[in-house]
Protein backbone atom coordinates (compact mmCIF):
# COMPACT_ATOMS: atom_id res chain seq x y z
CA UNK A 1 0.00 0.00 0.00
CA UNK A 2 2.13 2.70 -1.51
CA UNK A 3 -0.46 5.48 0.11
CA UNK A 4 0.89 4.34 4.04
CA UNK A 5 4.53 4.83 5.72
CA UNK A 6 7.31 2.15 5.38
CA UNK A 7 6.38 -0.89 7.92
CA UNK A 8 7.94 -0.46 11.34
CA UNK A 9 8.27 -2.48 14.34
CA UNK A 10 7.60 -1.16 18.32
CA UNK A 11 10.45 -0.23 20.22
CA UNK A 12 8.23 -1.11 23.14
CA UNK A 13 5.72 -3.81 24.11
CA UNK A 14 4.13 -3.85 27.23
CA UNK A 15 1.20 -5.70 29.69
CA UNK A 16 -0.24 -2.85 31.58
CA UNK A 17 -2.25 -4.24 34.35
CA UNK A 18 -5.83 -1.91 34.64
CA UNK A 19 -8.97 -2.10 37.27
CA UNK A 20 -11.27 -5.27 37.29
CA UNK A 21 -8.64 -7.93 36.67
CA UNK A 22 -8.01 -6.80 33.25
CA UNK A 23 -4.51 -6.33 31.63
CA UNK A 24 -3.91 -4.35 28.27
CA UNK A 25 -1.05 -5.36 25.70
CA UNK A 26 0.69 -1.68 24.54
CA UNK A 27 3.12 -1.07 22.13
CA UNK A 28 5.55 1.74 21.10
CA UNK A 29 6.05 2.70 17.50
CA UNK A 30 8.33 5.55 16.08
CA UNK A 31 10.03 8.48 17.64
CA UNK A 32 10.06 7.93 21.52
CA UNK A 33 10.18 12.01 21.29
CA UNK A 34 7.51 12.88 18.91
CA UNK A 35 4.21 14.19 18.82
CA UNK A 36 2.12 11.59 21.33
CA UNK A 37 -0.92 9.95 19.48
CA UNK A 38 -3.31 7.26 20.41
CA UNK A 39 -4.72 5.08 18.03
CA UNK A 40 -7.76 3.38 19.07
CA UNK A 41 -8.99 0.14 17.18
CA UNK A 42 -12.98 -0.35 15.55
CA UNK A 43 -14.89 -2.92 16.64
CA UNK A 44 -14.90 -2.68 20.04
CA UNK A 45 -13.05 -5.83 19.65
CA UNK A 46 -11.48 -5.93 16.25
CA UNK A 47 -7.48 -5.42 17.92
CA UNK A 48 -4.66 -3.16 17.20
CA UNK A 49 -2.96 -5.51 14.28
CA UNK A 50 0.25 -4.10 12.14
CA UNK A 51 -0.41 -1.72 9.71
CA UNK A 52 -2.27 1.09 11.58
CA UNK A 53 1.27 2.17 12.79
CA UNK A 54 1.80 2.92 8.90
CA UNK A 55 -0.81 5.78 9.26
CA UNK A 56 1.73 8.01 10.75
CA UNK A 57 5.31 9.47 9.78
CA UNK A 58 7.81 7.59 12.50
CA UNK A 59 10.06 10.78 12.36
CA UNK A 60 7.52 12.89 13.99
CA UNK A 61 4.99 10.74 16.03
CA UNK A 62 5.27 8.43 18.54
CA UNK A 63 2.78 6.05 18.28
CA UNK A 64 1.09 4.11 21.19
CA UNK A 65 -1.31 1.47 19.95
CA UNK A 66 -3.24 -0.79 22.42
CA UNK A 67 -5.86 -3.80 22.05
CA UNK A 68 -8.67 -3.06 24.13
CA UNK A 69 -10.06 -5.24 26.64
CA UNK A 70 -11.07 -8.39 25.75
CA UNK A 71 -9.48 -8.40 22.73
CA UNK A 72 -5.87 -8.88 20.66
CA UNK A 73 -3.06 -9.71 23.15
CA UNK A 74 -5.25 -8.26 25.97
CA UNK A 75 -6.17 -10.42 28.88
CA UNK A 76 -8.68 -11.84 29.63
CA UNK A 77 -9.44 -12.56 26.03
CA UNK A 78 -13.34 -12.04 24.89
CA UNK A 79 -14.77 -11.12 28.27
CA UNK A 80 -17.80 -9.08 28.67
CA UNK A 81 -17.60 -8.85 32.28
CA UNK A 82 -16.38 -5.54 33.61
CA UNK A 83 -16.32 -4.11 29.55
CA UNK A 84 -18.09 -0.88 28.92
CA UNK A 85 -17.03 2.33 27.79
CA UNK A 86 -16.50 3.80 30.90
CA UNK A 87 -13.76 1.38 31.74
CA UNK A 88 -12.43 1.64 28.25
CA UNK A 89 -12.26 5.47 29.37
CA UNK A 90 -10.72 4.72 32.31
CA UNK A 91 -7.71 2.45 30.78
CA UNK A 92 -7.22 5.31 28.20
CA UNK A 93 -6.66 7.40 31.12
CA UNK A 94 -4.37 4.74 32.46
CA UNK A 95 -2.44 4.68 29.66
CA UNK A 96 -1.83 7.74 29.35
CA UNK A 97 -0.86 8.59 33.19
CA UNK A 98 1.55 5.57 32.41
CA UNK A 99 3.48 7.13 30.18
CA UNK A 100 3.08 10.52 31.71
CA UNK A 101 1.62 12.27 28.60
CA UNK A 102 0.35 15.48 29.60
CA UNK A 103 -1.57 16.10 26.28
CA UNK A 104 -2.21 13.88 22.93
CA UNK A 105 -3.42 13.19 19.63
CA UNK A 106 -6.79 10.81 19.42
CA UNK A 107 -6.91 8.91 16.33
CA UNK A 108 -9.66 6.56 16.00
CA UNK A 109 -11.63 4.82 12.98
CA UNK A 110 -15.68 2.81 13.26
CA UNK A 111 -15.78 2.19 16.70
CA UNK A 112 -12.48 3.98 17.52
CA UNK A 113 -14.24 7.37 16.39
CA UNK A 114 -16.85 6.93 19.07
CA UNK A 115 -14.23 6.06 21.75
CA UNK A 116 -12.29 8.79 20.58
CA UNK A 117 -14.87 11.51 20.98
CA UNK A 118 -16.15 10.00 24.41
CA UNK A 119 -12.38 10.47 25.34
CA UNK A 120 -12.10 14.09 24.48
CA UNK A 121 -15.44 14.58 26.05
CA UNK A 122 -14.25 12.87 29.02
CA UNK A 123 -11.02 14.59 29.32
CA UNK A 124 -10.96 17.27 27.09
CA UNK A 125 -8.26 19.39 28.26
CA UNK A 126 -5.58 16.22 27.96
CA UNK A 127 -6.38 16.10 23.62
CA UNK A 128 -4.41 18.03 21.29
CA UNK A 129 -6.51 16.98 18.60
CA UNK A 130 -8.66 14.12 16.78
CA UNK A 131 -8.36 12.23 13.17
CA UNK A 132 -11.47 10.89 12.90
CA UNK A 133 -12.53 8.01 10.33
CA UNK A 134 -15.83 6.09 10.07
CA UNK A 135 -17.77 7.85 12.09
CA UNK A 136 -20.13 6.00 14.49
CA UNK A 137 -22.25 8.38 17.28
CA UNK A 138 -23.73 5.22 18.64
CA UNK A 139 -27.73 6.56 18.50
CA UNK A 140 -30.27 4.22 17.55
CA UNK A 141 -30.42 4.86 13.88
CA UNK A 142 -26.37 4.43 13.65
CA UNK A 143 -27.43 0.43 15.01
CA UNK A 144 -30.48 0.10 12.56
CA UNK A 145 -27.77 1.12 9.58
CA UNK A 146 -25.80 -1.51 10.26
CA UNK A 147 -27.91 -4.31 11.75
CA UNK A 148 -32.18 -4.00 11.09
CA UNK A 149 -33.75 -5.58 8.02
CA UNK A 150 -35.07 -2.17 7.30
CA UNK A 151 -31.19 -0.49 7.61
CA UNK A 152 -29.30 0.58 4.84
CA UNK A 153 -26.53 -2.43 5.16
CA UNK A 154 -29.61 -4.67 4.19
CA UNK A 155 -30.92 -2.72 1.75
CA UNK A 156 -27.99 -2.51 0.24
CA UNK A 157 -26.74 -6.03 0.35
CA UNK A 158 -30.32 -8.31 0.67
CA UNK A 159 -28.18 -11.31 -0.40
CA UNK A 160 -25.59 -10.74 2.61
CA UNK A 161 -27.72 -10.24 5.32
CA UNK A 162 -29.90 -13.13 4.72
CA UNK A 163 -27.02 -14.91 5.73
CA UNK A 164 -25.95 -12.82 8.25
CA UNK A 165 -28.96 -13.83 9.96
CA UNK A 166 -29.75 -17.31 9.18
CA UNK A 167 -27.93 -18.75 12.28
CA UNK A 168 -30.76 -16.51 14.58
CA UNK A 169 -33.82 -16.64 12.31
CA UNK A 170 -35.72 -18.94 14.00
CA UNK A 171 -35.54 -16.69 17.15
CA UNK A 172 -36.52 -13.54 15.63
CA UNK A 173 -40.24 -14.06 16.34
CA UNK A 174 -39.48 -13.59 20.03
CA UNK A 175 -36.29 -11.87 20.53
CA UNK A 176 -34.10 -9.04 18.72
CA UNK A 177 -31.34 -9.82 16.04
CA UNK A 178 -29.36 -8.47 19.02
CA UNK A 179 -30.66 -10.49 21.65
CA UNK A 180 -31.02 -13.38 19.77
CA UNK A 181 -26.88 -13.74 18.77
CA UNK A 182 -25.99 -12.39 22.97
CA UNK A 183 -27.50 -15.14 23.75
CA UNK A 184 -25.42 -17.95 21.45
CA UNK A 185 -22.41 -15.99 22.41
CA UNK A 186 -23.04 -17.11 25.65
CA UNK A 187 -24.26 -20.20 25.58
CA UNK A 188 -21.88 -23.54 26.00
CA UNK A 189 -23.05 -25.07 22.30
CA UNK A 190 -19.80 -24.34 20.98
CA UNK A 191 -20.90 -25.45 17.83
CA UNK A 192 -23.86 -22.82 17.36
CA UNK A 193 -21.64 -20.38 18.64
CA UNK A 194 -19.08 -20.48 16.23
CA UNK A 195 -21.19 -20.49 13.53
CA UNK A 196 -22.39 -17.31 14.69
CA UNK A 197 -19.45 -15.92 15.79
CA UNK A 198 -18.42 -16.75 11.73
CA UNK A 199 -21.81 -14.85 10.31
CA UNK A 200 -21.72 -11.66 12.08
CA UNK A 201 -18.19 -11.43 11.20
CA UNK A 202 -18.54 -11.88 7.73
CA UNK A 203 -21.39 -9.96 7.68
CA UNK A 204 -19.67 -7.02 8.80
CA UNK A 205 -16.41 -7.99 6.54
CA UNK A 206 -18.14 -8.60 3.38
CA UNK A 207 -19.65 -4.81 3.44
CA UNK A 208 -16.62 -3.14 4.50
CA UNK A 209 -15.16 -2.53 1.13
CA UNK A 210 -16.48 -0.93 -1.80
CA UNK A 211 -14.24 -3.37 -3.87
CA UNK A 212 -13.28 -6.70 -2.39
CA UNK A 213 -9.87 -7.79 -2.86
CA UNK A 214 -10.02 -10.86 -1.44
CA UNK A 215 -11.18 -14.20 -1.68
CA UNK A 216 -14.41 -14.99 0.13
CA UNK A 217 -13.49 -18.09 1.31
CA UNK A 218 -10.59 -16.74 3.61
CA UNK A 219 -12.79 -13.93 5.20
CA UNK A 220 -12.66 -15.41 8.16
CA UNK A 221 -9.26 -16.86 8.42
CA UNK A 222 -8.35 -15.03 11.35
CA UNK A 223 -10.75 -16.92 13.94
CA UNK A 224 -8.98 -15.25 16.95
CA UNK A 225 -10.22 -12.01 16.24
CA UNK A 226 -13.47 -12.86 14.89
CA UNK A 227 -14.19 -14.41 18.10
CA UNK A 228 -13.70 -11.08 19.67
CA UNK A 229 -14.63 -8.57 17.35
CA UNK A 230 -18.27 -10.47 17.11
CA UNK A 231 -18.41 -10.98 20.95
CA UNK A 232 -17.88 -7.26 22.17
CA UNK A 233 -19.25 -5.76 19.06
CA UNK A 234 -22.81 -7.71 20.28
CA UNK A 235 -21.93 -6.69 23.82
CA UNK A 236 -21.76 -3.01 23.10
CA UNK A 237 -24.77 -2.63 20.60
CA UNK A 238 -27.04 -4.26 23.07
CA UNK A 239 -26.36 -2.37 25.73
CA UNK A 240 -26.08 1.11 23.34
CA UNK A 241 -22.55 1.52 23.80
CA UNK A 242 -23.34 2.02 27.65
CA UNK A 243 -24.19 6.05 26.83
CA UNK A 244 -27.37 7.45 26.29
CA UNK A 245 -29.07 8.57 23.20
CA UNK A 246 -27.69 11.24 20.81
CA UNK A 247 -24.72 11.92 24.62
CA UNK A 248 -22.04 12.65 22.06
CA UNK A 249 -23.93 15.80 19.54
CA UNK A 250 -25.46 16.62 23.22
CA UNK A 251 -21.85 16.97 24.54
CA UNK A 252 -20.42 18.33 21.69
CA UNK A 253 -19.53 21.88 23.21
CA UNK A 254 -17.00 20.43 25.43
CA UNK A 255 -15.06 19.19 22.05
CA UNK A 256 -15.99 21.78 19.50
CA UNK A 257 -13.21 23.57 19.59
CA UNK A 258 -10.38 20.71 19.25
CA UNK A 259 -8.72 20.53 16.14
CA UNK A 260 -10.35 18.00 14.30
CA UNK A 261 -10.18 16.11 10.80
CA UNK A 262 -13.29 13.74 10.10
CA UNK A 263 -12.93 11.60 6.96
CA UNK A 264 -15.53 9.15 5.95
CA UNK A 265 -15.77 7.34 2.37
CA UNK A 266 -18.39 7.95 0.42
CA UNK A 267 -20.24 4.55 -0.02
CA UNK A 268 -19.57 3.88 3.52
CA UNK A 269 -22.20 0.71 4.60
CA UNK A 270 -20.80 -0.01 8.10
CA UNK A 271 -21.11 3.72 9.19
CA UNK A 272 -23.45 6.13 7.82
CA UNK A 273 -21.99 9.01 6.04
CA UNK A 274 -25.02 11.04 7.84
CA UNK A 275 -23.10 10.83 11.16
CA UNK A 276 -19.73 12.00 9.60
CA UNK A 277 -22.20 15.38 7.69
CA UNK A 278 -24.20 15.86 11.25
CA UNK A 279 -20.60 15.99 13.53
CA UNK A 280 -18.71 18.42 11.16
CA UNK A 281 -21.84 20.72 11.26
CA UNK A 282 -22.16 20.78 15.31
CA UNK A 283 -17.51 20.90 15.60
CA UNK A 284 -16.55 24.57 14.83
CA UNK A 285 -13.51 23.41 14.34
CA UNK A 286 -13.17 20.36 12.03
CA UNK A 287 -12.66 19.62 8.58
CA UNK A 288 -15.03 16.85 6.64
CA UNK A 289 -13.34 15.29 3.73
CA UNK A 290 -15.34 12.70 1.96
CA UNK A 291 -13.64 10.48 -0.01
CA UNK A 292 -15.13 9.24 -3.77
CA UNK A 293 -15.11 5.62 -4.51
CA UNK A 294 -14.66 4.33 -1.13
CA UNK A 295 -16.64 2.50 1.95
CA UNK A 296 -15.79 1.61 5.36
CA UNK A 297 -12.27 0.16 5.42
CA UNK A 298 -9.46 2.26 6.82
CA UNK A 299 -7.31 0.60 4.45
CA UNK A 300 -8.73 1.09 1.05
CA UNK A 301 -6.40 2.95 -0.87
CA UNK A 302 -8.30 6.40 -1.39
CA UNK A 303 -8.95 6.25 2.71
CA UNK A 304 -5.03 5.57 3.46
CA UNK A 305 -4.08 8.19 1.47
CA UNK A 306 -6.76 10.99 2.92
CA UNK A 307 -5.49 9.36 6.99
CA UNK A 308 -1.83 9.42 6.06
CA UNK A 309 -2.12 13.19 4.88
CA UNK A 310 -4.69 14.27 8.05
CA UNK A 311 -1.70 12.68 10.12
CA UNK A 312 0.61 14.69 8.29
CA UNK A 313 -1.34 17.63 8.00
CA UNK A 314 -2.11 17.53 11.68
CA UNK A 315 1.68 17.47 13.11
CA UNK A 316 3.09 20.57 10.79
CA UNK A 317 -0.62 22.08 12.65
CA UNK A 318 0.21 20.93 16.29
CA UNK A 319 4.33 21.89 15.73
CA UNK A 320 3.32 25.62 14.74
CA UNK A 321 1.14 26.05 17.56
CA UNK A 322 3.30 24.97 20.15
Not at 35 to 53: E, K, N, S, T
Not at 131 to 146: K, S
Not at 222 to 232: G, P, R
Not at 239 to 258: A, M, S, T, W, Y
Request: aromatic share 10%; glycine share 6%.
Amino acid sequence: MSELYPAIKPYDSQMLPVRNGHTLYIEQTGNPKGIPVLFLHGGPGAGIGQDYRRFFDPQLYRIIGFDQRGCGQSIPFGAITHNTSQDLLADISAIREHFAIKKWLLFGGSWGSTLALLAAIDQPDTVSGLILRGIFLARQQDYDWFLADDGGAAQLFADYYQDFVEPVKSQLNRKTLVDAYHDLFISDDEISKMHAIKSWYLWETRISRLHAQFDEDKLVGDVHNAISLAILECHYVKNQCFIPENFIIDQIDKIKDIPTNIIHGRYDSVCKLEAAYSLHQVMKNSQLTIVPESGHSAFESKIAAALSLATKAMAKFLQETK
